[in-house]
T-cell receptor
Framework: EAGVAQSPRYKIIEKRQSVAFWCNPI?????LYWYQQILGQGPKLLIQ????????DSQLPKDRFSAERLKGVDSTLKIQPAKLEDSAVYLC?????????????FGPGTRLTVT | DQQVKQNSPSLSVQEGRISILNCDYT??????FLWYKKYPAEGPTFLIS?????DKNEDGRFTVFLNKSAKHLSLHIVPSQPGDSAVYFC???????????FGQGTRLTINP
């Protein structure tokens, strides 16, 4: 079974530029998550999709971050314009979305450096 | 507001001995707890979990203990092996939420 795929793996941009990340979840997983992991901290949930609908985006900085999940499968996360404090690893995860099943499966992440 | 806390940023253990990683939580609505392991340049991988109806769950060398009254859980690794060197994250979820809240992580180093 293929795991969660993410691209690119690394990205360096200047502040005020825009950037986009892509995620392909495990086949059949209904729920998709985007996390931000700042160095020395645990992953922080940015947005959660159930199929192609948003379940929770309470911690997404909506003035600069946006995300969509196309046809309930792939997802993109965009930052526009980027700030220095956006430097972090962006992790995508997916889960079956079944009641009582909590395990999430993570991709390798995209390391973003904003200069 | 840090709802899940791992107060030890790092832990060093001799190979073959027991590693004990600790996690505390504040939200009494959490009813499912998970441990993830993370190697450099990789995403976290699921290790073991425990439901609030249990106080212990075991999987091979890994055992998780839950003390609900103290809002504390711990992960025991026996015996510790060099491949166990990684960052370990504790995570928690409310019933039906399908959302995880993570601790800050503990870097475990197993010395030969």
């Amino acid at each position: 079974e293929a795991g969660v795929a993410q691209s690119p793996r690394y990205k360096i941009i200047e502040k005020r530029q825009s950037v986009a990340f892509w995620c392909n979840p495990i086949s059949g997983h209904a729920t998709l998550y985007w996390y931000q992991q700042i160095l020395g901290q645990g992953p922080k949930l940015l947005i959660q999709f159930q199929n192609n609908g948003v379940v929770d985006d309470s911690q997404l900085p909506k003035d600069r971050f946006s995300a969509e999940r196309l046809k309930g499968v792939d997802s993109t996360l965009k930052i526009q314009p980027a700030k220095l404090e956006d430097s972090a690893v962006y992790l995508c995860a997916s889960s079956q979305g079944l009641a009582g099943v909590y395990e999430q499966y993570f991709g390798p992440g995209t390391r973003l450096t904003v200069t | 507001d840090q709802q899940v806390k791992q107060n030890s940023p790092s832990l060093s253990v001799q190979e073959g001995r027991i590693s004990i990683l600790n996690c505390d939580y504040t939200n009494s609505m959490f009813d499912y707890f998970l441990w993830y392991k993370k190697y450099p340049a990789e995403g976290p991988t699921f290790l073991i979990s425990i439901s609030s109806i249990k106080d212990k769950n075991e999987d091979g060398r890994f055992t998780v203990f839950l003390n609900k009254s103290a809002k504390h859980l711990s992960l025991h690794i026996v015996p510790s092996q060099p491949g166990d060197s990684a960052v370990y994250f504790c995570a928690a979820s409310e019933e039906g939420a399908q959302k995880l809240v993570f601790g800050q992580g503990t870097r475990l180093t197993i010395n030969p």
